[in-house]
């Protein structure tokens, strides 16, 4: 099979895999617990029928060529859609990962939305406004999604690295995911970088790409089809690390009743108090005596 026929079966095979999760995704009802990805997939089923129809310029539709202007707008919109929930979806992650610590969920939450400020700051600083006009727009694009594809990376690097700690478990969904996007964006970066040094991809890339992209939907399906193994309650001795730094984080930001701190009473201060204790003592019990 020549790769020129092979890229467009691969490429009906993909929005085949994203029915297919999109339905698994929703009988298994984890939109509830991932509504940004439950978002995405929509985004990704609706978009690819939409986008296809534009592109097949029906002159009934888009008269005197104006679709490509239309396919222009559409194309990049969906683009920019989908990284901004690719945000919320690695904040959702985050969260279903360290579900079980509170405290430390909180702050890295916190944390990571302060990243994604600074990513954001750094991406759009570095982009040249300069006389582009619409042009800009596909700029923009890659570099949010360059950006969200680091972050993707950072984000399943921390998971592997932190899984034992976390009590995480591999077949945990949103280890899935994480693995499943972290695939996409290594995939996309190695693209990038081979776009430019190059004008185009060659076939043999192409297929390349869009198998990768096949493996990373085949590694959602399996995740959503098979079952979740059941979270138990996270048992740890209150001596180790990571309780006290969940202790910690869920200390930060509240504010309890002030506690004043005394210095310990040295030794030979309490050896004078018993002093006198014991000598007032003695001379009770021997009034007491006389008495009798």
Not at 47 to 53: G, K, R
Not at 139 to 168: D, H, K, N, W, Y
Not at 177 to 196: H, K, P
Request: positive net charge; charged residues 15%.
């Amino acid at each position: 099979m020549s790769s020129q026929t092979a890229i467009p079966l691969m490429s009906a095979a993909e929005f085949a895999v994203w029915l297919v999760l999109a339905f698994l995704f929703w009988r298994k009802k984890l939109s509830r617990r991932f509504p940004a990805m439950g978002a995405y997939l929509g985004l990704r089923v609706v978009s690819a029928p939409v986008l296809f129809l534009i592109r097949s310029g029906d002159p009934t539709l888009f008269p005197s060529n104006q679709w490509l202007t239309a396919y222009f707008v559409a194309f990049w919109a969906v683009y920019v859609a989908s990284a901004v929930l690719l945000l919320f979806i690695c904040m959702e992650v985050f969260a279903s990962a360290l579900s079980a610590f509170s405290g430390l969920r909180k702050l890295g939450l916190l944390l990571l939305r302060w990243a994604i400020l600074a990513s954001a700051i750094v991406t759009f600083s570095s982009i040249s406004f300069a006389h582009k006009g619409i042009l800009v727009v596909p700029e923009i694009a890659f570099a949010v999604t360059r950006s969200v594809g680091v972050l993707e990376l950072f984000l399943l690097a921390f998971l592997c690295r932190s899984m034992t700690a976390l009590r995480l478990s591999v077949r945990d969904i949103s280890f899935g995911i994480a693995l499943g996007f972290g695939l996409v964006s290594a995939n996309d970066l190695i693209a990038a970088t081979l776009l430019s040094r190059n004008a185009v991809l060659s076939a043999p890339m192409q297929v390349a790409y869009e198998s990768l992209i096949l493996v990373a939907l085949g590694t959602w399906a399996a995740y959503f089809a098979l079952p979740e193994p059941v979270r138990t309650p996270v048992l740890i001795p209150v001596n180790s690390t990571i309780y006290r730094w969940n202790e910690i984080a869920s200390a930060l930001g509240h504010t309890g009743t002030q506690v004043a701190v005394r210095e310990p009473a040295t030794s030979f201060l309490l050896s004078d108090v018993e002093s006198v204790v014991d000598r007032v003592l003695t001379r009770n019990l021997n009034d007491r005596k006389s008495e009798i």
